[in-house]
Antibody, heavy 120, light 111 residues
Framework: QVQLQESGPGLVKPSQTLSLTCTVS??????????WTWIRQHPGKGLEWIGY???????YYNPSLRSRVSISVDTSKNQFSLKLSSVTAADTAVYYC????????????WGQGTLVTISS | QSALTQPPSASESPGQSVTISCTGT?????????VSWYQQHPGKAPKLLIY???KRPSGVPDRFSGSKSGNTASLTVSGVLAEDEADYYC???????????FGGGTKLTVL
């Protein structure tokens, strides 16, 4: 049973870069079937797909965030990471890392989520 | 505003059936058979219930079923249980420029 765990600062200042890492255990991040995904949820609101990465390095981003987001993978550590630049209060959210099988919206494994607050 | 439209709330008595709708466009729900449904209890991560419109992951009770007609997808919960009280979200593939979009969520109350 694969498990995912987010880590990173819970508080980021406006205009700075939000950085989160997701550690995958119980399975290899290098499996060809999977796309490693970031999804966020604003407080009391719905879900928003941020983007995903394949272990080969191919990335796909939400067009509304594309200019500020970068997702990378470190296969040696079985981790993938999210960077979101020039953050504002509107980026305050719970950030989830997850696994999408076959990039078919089959997001079958999720981390517990981590709240990131943007505030000075 | 979410890309897919869901009713904000739904309610039903235990043992009854309830259907939650998810309306998109001919560019997402209507164009692809990549609609998923997720259940989220308060303070928890979402859980996949349905993918590719009708498929159920192993471990998901067959009380949960999905369907699609035109630009609208639906999740039906048959024989609602108290534990089904949660928020439900749909998502759809929207093509190679949009990728994945979600609905705003439906809060299901079990009366």
């Amino acid at each position: 049973q694969v498990q995912l765990q987010e880590s990173g600062p819970g508080l980021v200042k406006p205009s700075q870069t939000l950085s989160l890492t997701c550690t995958v255990s119980g399975g290899s991040i290098s499996s060809s079937n999977f796309y490693w995904t970031w999804i966020r949820q604003h407080p009391g609101k719905g879900l928003e797909w941020i983007g995903y990465i394949h272990y080969s390095g191919s990335t796909y981003y939400n067009p509304s965030l594309r200019s500020r987001v970068s997702i990378s993978v470190d296969t040696s550590k079985n981790q993938f990471s999210l960077k979101l630049s020039s953050v504002t209060a509107a980026d305050t959210a719970v950030y989830y890392c997850a696994r999408d099988s076959e990039a078919a919206g089959n997001v079958d494994s999720w981390g517990q989520g981590t709240l990131v607050t943007i505030s000075s | 505003q979410s890309a897919l439209t869901q009713p904000p709330s739904a309610s039903e008595s235990p043992g009854q059936s309830v259907t939650i709708s998810c309306t998109g466009t001919s560019s997402d729900v209507g164009a692809y058979n990549y609609v998923s449904w997720y259940q989220q209890h308060p303070g928890k991560a979402p859980k996949l219930l349905i993918y590719e419109v009708t498929k159920r992951p192993s471990g998901v009770p067959d009380r949960f079923s999905g369907s699609k007609s035109g630009n609208t997808a639906s999740l039906t919960v048959s024989g609602v249980l108290a534990e089904d009280e949660a928020d439900y979200y749909c998502s759809s593939y929207g093509g190679s420029s949009t990728f994945w979009v979600f609905g705003g969520g439906t809060k299901l109350t079990v009366l």
